[in-house]
Antibody
Framework: QVQLVQSGAEVKKPGASVKVSCKASGYPFSVYDINWVRQAPGKGLEWMGWMNPDSGNSAYVQKFQGRVTMTRNTSIRTAYMELSGLRSEDTAVYYC???????????WGQGTLVTVSS | DVVMTQSPLSLPVTLGQPASISCRSSQSLVHSDGNTYLTWFQQRPGQSPRRLIYKVSNRDSGVPDRFSGSGSDTDFTLKISRVEAEDVGVYYCMQGTHWPTAFGQGTKVEIK
C-alpha cells in the first residue's frame, strides 16, 4: 500500500535551517508530485508548494520563496523540504502529501514537528 | 489568490443526527478542463489529514457512505447523514483548481 514516512521531530534555534524527509513506498515514486503542507499548533492547514520527483521541478507559495527548497533523491525514493531562516512562527507540523491527477492529495505522511526556540 | 471560507467553524452535533459544513470560494472552481477540483479532508485529533471526497462528490475508497459532497462553482457542502463518535475532528475543504492551492479554515465537529 502507499506509504509516506517522514523523519523525526526537530528542535532548531532561530535563524537555523531544517530539512525534513519523506520516504515513499508502494507506488512508482516519479509519477506523482509531492506537496508540502504545514500546520501551526492549534491552527489550520497551509500549503507550501510542490515538487515533481521525475524532473525535480518545484514551485513554492510566494510567502516561502527564498526560504524553502524542495528536492528529491529518486534512488532512495525520498523527497525533502528544507526551510531556512527559521523563526518562531515556523513552529509547526510539516506534512508531505502525494498529489493525484485530480489536483488533490490522497496520501499523507505522518507529519514532522519542527520547533523553533531559542 | 482564491480564498476558501468554511462555516460554521464549530459544529456540535448529537450522535445519530445529520451535520452539514459549507465551503465557499472567492472565485469559481471550474477548471479550464471542465472539472471542479474541490476536496474534503477529515483530520481526527492527533492524526494526519485523510481525504474523504475529491472532485466535489467522489468518495474515497473506505469512506463510509454517510459522507457525501455536493455543490458547484463557488458553493460546496459536506454532509454527514448520521454522525458517529468516530467522526469527531476537523474538516477542511481545499481547492486545487487555481494557483496557489488553498484550504478553508477548518470546521471542528464535536459531539454534544
Amino acid at each position: 500500500q502507499v506509504q509516506l514516512v517522514q523523519s523525526g521531530a526537530e528542535v532548531k534555534k532561530p535563524g537555523a535551517s531544517v530539512k525534513v524527509s519523506c520516504k515513499a513506498s508502494g507506488y512508482p515514486f516519479s509519477v506523482y508530485d509531492i506537496n508540502w503542507v504545514r500546520q501551526a499548533p492549534g491552527k489550520g492547514l497551509e500549503w507550501m508548494g510542490w515538487m515533481n520527483p521525475d524532473s525535480g521541478n518545484s514551485a513554492y507559495v510566494q510567502k516561502f520563496q527564498g526560504r524553502v527548497t524542495m528536492t528529491r533523491n529518486t534512488s532512495i525514493r525520498t523527497a525533502y523540504m528544507e526551510l531556512s531562516g527559521l523563526r518562531s512562527e515556523d513552529t509547526a507540523v510539516y506534512y508531505c502529501a502525494r498529489r493525484t491527477g485530480y489536483y488533490s492529495f490522497d496520501n499523507w505522511g505522518q507529519g514532522t514537528l519542527v520547533t523553533v526556540s531559542s | 489568490d482564491v480564498v476558501m471560507t468554511q462555516s460554521p467553524l464549530s459544529l456540535p452535533v448529537t450522535l445519530g443526527q445529520p451535520a452539514s459544513i459549507s465551503c465557499r470560494s472567492s472565485q469559481s472552481l471550474v477548471h479550464s478542463d471542465g472539472n471542479t477540483y474541490l476536496t474534503w479532508f477529515q483530520q481526527r485529533p492527533g492524526q494526519s489529514p485523510r481525504r474523504l471526497i475529491y472532485k466535489v462528490s467522489n468518495r474515497d475508497s473506505g469512506v463510509p457512505d454517510r459522507f457525501s459532497g455536493s455543490g458547484s462553482d463557488t458553493d460546496f457542502t459536506l454532509k454527514i447523514s448520521r454522525v458517529e463518535a468516530e467522526d469527531v475532528g476537523v474538516y477542511y475543504c481545499m481547492q486545487g483548481t487555481h494557483w496557489p492551492t488553498a484550504f478553508g479554515q477548518g470546521t471542528k465537529v464535536e459531539i454534544k
